[in-house]
Nanobody, 112 residues
Framework: QVQLVESGGGLVQPGGSLRLSCVAS????????MTWYRQAPGKERVLLAS????????NYADSVKGRFTISRDNAKNTMYLQMNSLKPEDSAVYSC?????WGRGTQVTVSA
């Protein structure tokens, strides 16, 4: 069955960086696009970034463009989200999505 497992979240100060990972299993990872979402408390889930199956095409929400970078390693069945210049408003649960499946998410908290 499809499984998506996120990791790399944590507490970071404003201006800091984190790199999230999403390890996929149960499907041919290299054939499918992947997406990162986030959901802050009391707010709807928001699409942040997507990447094509081969990793050559990426798209970003305006709120993270220039600060976040999505990438993937098809040999490792893993997608990444490099997050730089983090702001308190980036605090949320970050989840990966593919083929109609969600991971459980990883918490990111940006606070001094």
């Amino acid at each position: 069955q499809v499984q998506l497992v996120e990791s790399g979240g944590g507490l970071v100060q404003p201006g800091g960086s984190l790199r999230l990972s999403c390890v996929a299993s149960g499907f041919t990872f290299s054939r499918y696009p992947m997406t990162w979402y986030r959901q802050a408390p009391g707010k709807e889930r928001v699409l942040l970034a997507s990447i094509s199956s081969g990793g050559t095409t990426t798209n970003y929400a305006d709120s993270v463009k220039g600060r976040f970078t999505i990438s993937r390693d098809n040999a490792k069945n893993t997608m990444y989200l490099q997050m730089n210049s983090l702001k308190p408003e980036d605090s949320a649960v970050y989840s990966c999505f593919a083929l109609g499946y969600w991971g459980r998410g990883t918490q990111v908290t940006v606070s001094a």
